[in-house]
């Protein structure tokens, strides 16, 4: 996907690959994931994996594989639920509006070539917000010429984007 919505879910799929020569043994994942991924929605499709904190450099996700022969592939996704606020929050930062997710595996059998080890997504992040205006007349009823009448206003936000500096006019 090449952007996603602030307040909606991001699907990361992690693909590795074993291109030999040998068998690799204890292969594990590492998966920084972006600080804008809520946490507690953090959801990964396989097992054997620990999902660490968003944001945080030294608690990345992590998943164990196993051995993966010459030639095999496992792939998995990781999915979460962007925060809405993404975009509001990161006004001044120099990745605005873009997550950031680097992965890299790991094995302990020697690998000839660890240029391929790591790799680097980025999404961007845009919003979208579905404002919502209702407005009712305040009795009593019937209302007489030179009276001076109150409206209420009910403005709501039906996301999934945070919305800021709404006006009504």
Not at 9 to 21: A, K, L, Q, R, S
Not at 37 to 44: K, Q, R
Not at 70 to 95: H, K, M, R, Y
Not at 116 to 126: C, G, H, K, P
């Amino acid at each position: 996907q090449a952007n996603v919505i602030a307040g909606e879910d991001v699907y990361w799929t992690i693909e590795v690959t074993n291109h030999g020569p040998s068998t690799a043994e204890n292969v594990r994942v590492f998966d920084l994931l972006p600080a804008a991924a809520v946490d507690g929605s953090i959801d990964v499709l396989y097992s054997g994996c620990t999902v660490g904190t968003p944001g945080d450099p030294f608690d990345p996700l992590r998943c164990n594989l196993g051995e993966i022969a010459v030639g095999d592939t496992v792939t998995f996704e990781i999915a979460f639920d962007v925060d809405p606020s993404f975009l509001i929050d990161q006004v001044n930062t120099e990745f605005a509006p873009y997550l950031d997710n680097d992965a890299w595996v790991t094995s302990d059998i020697y690998d000839p070539n660890n240029a391929n080890n790591r790799d680097t997504d980025f999404l961007e992040v845009i919003g979208e917000a579905d404002l919502e205006l209702a407005k009712d007349t305040l009795g009593p009823f019937p209302w007489l010429a030179g009276e001076v009448r109150t409206y209420q206003y009910l403005i709501e936000n039906l996301g999934p984007s945070a919305s800021e500096d709404v006006k009504l006019r």
